[in-house]
């Protein structure tokens, strides 16, 4: 029997974060998440129970219109097992494929083709002791190119960032990413990089700055 997922949406947007921002993207919503950031901005992904499709379903929705970029996310993707057979299949068919994930679940396993853009909880997400400690040591794996995120939500967690970045030499083999939550001004954190000695890159989520009074994700697949 062909493995199923449990799918909030699928979707056609301008990719928003990570390096990838500003390129058209099919986005693969899938639900459920067992984690409870305090600033979860997809609050109706994470409890809803989704609809079970089978992998070879999801592909076929996600490859209309022949994307060149698809993104696998949530929710947290990886707390569904199936999540890896469907990102091998997403790669199979030559897209460039984006996992997001929360780093609450191991990345070890992930097909290589796959670029992770992986969060590092802060401290104010009142999340970070889930994060799984073994995915530090996997970002360094030669040939892998994934990215780091920090969600700030004040100096505090900015601080925690840099000691972080600092400990595990993360500039030396990932892109690191850091986005202020809502509320939080930009200019501000834009700051507190330049007077750091890391290269993070700041991202703001350019689908919002775009659409900021939509009610859904995208032109749906």
């Known amino acids: 029997m062909e493995t199923t997922l449990r799918v909030f949406s699928i979707f056609t947007s301008i990719q928003g974060e990570s390096t990838y921002a500003g390129l058209p993207c099919v986005f693969v919503r899938l639900a459920g998440c ?36 698809v993104e696998v996310t949530g929710g947290e993707p990886l707390a569904q097992p199936g999540t890896h057979a ?30 992770v853009i992986m969060d590092i909880k802060t401290p104010g997400s009142r999340m970070a002791h889930r994060f799984c400690a073994e995915n530090i040591a996997v970002l360094s794996r030669p040939g892998h190119h994934h990215q780091v995120k920090f969600v700030v939500t004040d100096q505090e967690d900015f601080k925690f960032a840099c000691q972080m970045a600092a400990q595990h030499r993360l500039a030396d083999h990932t892109e690191m990413l850091i986005s202020p939550v809502a509320g939080l001004d930009p200019a501000q954190v834009a700051e507190w ?3 750091s000695s890391f290269p993070f890159r700041l991202q703001l989520q350019l689908h ?9 994700d995208g032109i749906e697949r």
């Open 34 to 69: 067992p984690l409870a950031c305090v600033y979860c901005d997809t609050q109706a992904a994470r409890s809803a129970v989704g609809e079970a499709l089978p992998i070879s379903a999801i592909v076929q929705r996600a490859l209309r219109g022949a994307p060149s970029l």
């Open 86 to 115: 469907l990102l091998r299949a997403l790669a199979d068919q030559g897209c460039r494929v984006l996992l997001e994930t929360s780093g609450a679940f191991s990345i070890a396993a992930i097909d290589p083709r796959v670029v």
């Open 208 to 216: 919002r700055l775009i659409w900021p009074h939509a009610d859904r």
């Open 193 to 195: 990089i330049l007077a």
